[in-house]
């Protein structure tokens, strides 16, 4: 049996358990100064500075813009200088016309654009969502995929005794995978900046018949 240190407080314990400070005063170390046991708080602090977490570094990578990216931003400039050839600026409230972009009625120049012969409304999208209905024509993407096709493949394939034409046995067979094939098609076109959406995809231009514009 290990004898308590001499100082040590006596504690009697209930019945059935151990006396914890006789066992707490002789496992911690002693003071230089010999008057006993150092005190838990000076030997685990309660509070103290906070260790400083480094967060880890976010990588940011820059956005890798395709050649459809940067000929798209081109035609819509191209677009909308074209808008604000094809309309004048319009005074709504006092409903005339003001070419020098502010009205001589009111002073305003908080201006809409009035397109002779369709209306007049706030900014220019409208106008060019205008142009592009009028005066161009969406590309038929069905088609156009169907040529690219028989351009890369055979224009016939051999069924049995049978010949049969490659593009209507590929949609009639598989039209699932025909319609995934168009859409990667449609992309990488876009991407390479010979066809451009204004609608997330809805439709599609030529770009050479956009800077015929």
Known sequence: ??????????????AGL???????????PHSRSGRGPLSLRRCFPSSGSPVPVKEP???????????GDDMKTEIKEKLEQLAIKKSIPFCYSCYRQAPTGRCK??????????????????????????ILSTELTPVNTEEAFEESVRQ????TVT???????????AKEMDPVSWNVAKAEWESQEADEGNIISFDHGSSYYWTSDLEAL
């Open 1 to 14: 049996m290990v004898d308590a240190p001499s100082g040590a407080a006596l504690i009697r314990p209930s």
């Open 18 to 28: 151990t006396p914890v400070a006789p066992l707490l005063s002789f496992a911690l």
């Open 57 to 67: 570094s976010i990588k940011r990578e820059n956005q890798t813009e395709t050649k």
């Open 105 to 130: 009625t009111c002073g305003s120049d908080d201006l809409m654009r009035e397109m002779p012969g369709v209306g007049c409304e706030w900014g220019t999208d409208w106008i060019i969502r205008e």
């Open 152 to 155: 890369c493949y055979p224009e």
């Open 159 to 169: 069924v049995a005794w049978m010949e049969m034409d490659t593009v209507s046995v």
